[in-house]
Each structure stands twice: as structure tokens, then as C-alpha cells.
């Protein structure tokens, strides 16, 4: 069945330090794809998406590329502020059958980022 | 409402009893769903619901978990003889619509969550 797998965490980061959170899938077709975070105390929400291959999701300096060729949409930020200290999970939903819209989570990584 | 509530945010219970968690979606959004947030298991799908119907319920892991969901707003997720297995933060999300392949608005607004501890 259709899976995602992310880097284990924590990351611990300096602030302004550079951050890559590998994600990597496994489907059939063409899913679509995203990045949800969910901050201490909060609930999940939607950080980025992309829906086609080679499509770049960005938001709040973060961005990740659709990449069919690896089944990678790996996360990035250029400098990380202490604000970003967050769980991060990669998602997928399938795009055919009965599951269209069910998203599919990895485990979520942790990023602790120190000032 | 504004966004997605859940309750209780805490739940705390005896093994063997039952449970119903509630969730109040956006107004407006037809598709509901449930997951279960494990440690060490990430977020596991549960069931969706359009409108008041389930399609799916293919991540309800046995028979003693079942859903319902009324006028199309309000859902009831209940755990009957609950099993300390049963111990993790049940989401529920709601959106506009459900993804019916690329380029569809599927993002899914989340709940905080419900946290059952069974003892």
C-alpha cells in the first residue's frame, strides 16, 4: 500500500542554521503531496503542498519540490528561527479509487531549534 | 465555528469501558475524518465520512470502534470495552471537499485532539 517514511528526529538546530527534513513515498499514480506541522499545545495545520511532479510548495520560508523521479518531497528552510521548534510530518493522499483524500502521514520529526 | 473541536481534550479511562469522543467540524465542510496519533506510530487513518455516510471505514482497527456522524456536522467517534492499547490522541479534520485527483483542494483542517488514557 501507499507509504511515507521521514528522517527519524529530534534535529536539534542552531538558530539561522540550514534545515532538510527528508521525506520519501511509496504509491501508485500520482499523489499529491504535504508538509503539516503541529507547534506545542496546537493542532495539525497545513504548511505546504504540491500536487504535480516537479510542483514547489512554499510558506514561511519553507519549501519542498515535488520529485517523481526519487518519490522525494524533501523539506527545507535556508535559516531556522527558534519559532519553527515544531513536530513536522510529510503526507500523502492517493489520487485514485476510494482513498482519494485520505491523507497518509510519516511518523513526524521533531525539530528543536536553540537560539 | 472558527475551526475544528474536539472533546473532551483529555480523556481518562477504565479498561472495559466505553468512550465517545466528539468532533465539530467547520461549518460548512461534507468530509470528516479520524485518526489515531500513537506514540511511536505517527497518525493512522480511521475512518471519513461524506456528509453523513462513511465510505470508509477501513482504518477502524476491530469492531469495538464505530463513528457516526449527524446533519452532516457533529461526528461521534465511540470505543466500546476500551484496551489500554487503545491509549493515543484522536484527531479529527474536516475539509471543503475530498480530493478527486491533482490539482483538487484537499487540505484538511485539524482538531487539538482528544487524549484517551486507559488504565
Known amino acids: 500500500g501507499d507509504s511515507v517514511t521521514q528522517m527519524e528526529g529530534p534535529v536539534t538546530l542552531s538558530e539561522e542554521a540550514f534545515l532538510t527534513i527528508n521525506c520519501t513515498y511509496t504509491a501508485t499514480g500520482y499523489p499529491s503531496l504535504f508538509w503539516y506541522v503541529q507547534y506545542p499545545g496546537e493542532g495539525l495545520q497545513l504548511l505546504l503542498k504540491?500536487?504535480?511532479?516537479?510542483d514547489k510548495g512554499s510558506n514561511k520560508g519553507f519549501e519542498a519540490t515535488y520529485r517523481k523521479e526519487t518519490t522525494s518531497f524533501h523539506l527545507e528552510k535556508g535559516s531556522v528561527q527558534v519559532s519553527d521548534s515544531a513536530v513536522y510530518f510529510c503526507a500523502l493522499t492517493p489520487n485514485y479509487g476510494g482513498s482519494q483524500g485520505n491523507l497518509i502521514f510519516g511518523k513526524g520529526t521533531k525539530l528543536s531549534v536553540k537560539p | 465555528g472558527a475551526g475544528v473541536s474536539q472533546s473532551p481534550s483529555n480523556k481518562v479511562t477504565e479498561k472495559g469501558k466505553d468512550v465517545e469522543l466528539r468532533c465539530d467540524p467547520i461549518s460548512g465542510h461534507t468530509a470528516l475524518y479520524w485518526y489515531r496519533q500513537s506514540l511511536g506510530q505517527g497518525l493512522e487513518f480511521l475512518i471519513y465520512?461524506?456528509?453523513?455516510?462513511?465510505?470508509?471505514k477501513s482504518g477502524l482497527p476491530s469492531d469495538r470502534f464505530s463513528a457516526e456522524r449527524t446533519g452532516g456536522s457533529v461526528s461521534t467517534l465511540t470505543i466500546q470495552r476500551t484496551q489500554q492499547e487503545d491509549s493515543a490522541v484522536y484527531l479529527c479534520?474536516?475539509?471543503?471537499?475530498?480530493?478527486?485527483?491533482?490539482?483538487?483542494?484537499?487540505?484538511?483542517?485539524f482538531g487539538q485532539g482528544t487524549r484517551l488514557t486507559v488504565v
Open positions: 465520512f461524506q456528509g453523513n455516510s462513511a465510505p470508509d
Open positions: 479534520a474536516s475539509s471543503s471537499d475530498r480530493g478527486q485527483g491533482a490539482g483538487m483542494n484537499t487540505e484538511a483542517f
Open positions: 504540491a500536487t504535480k511532479a516537479d
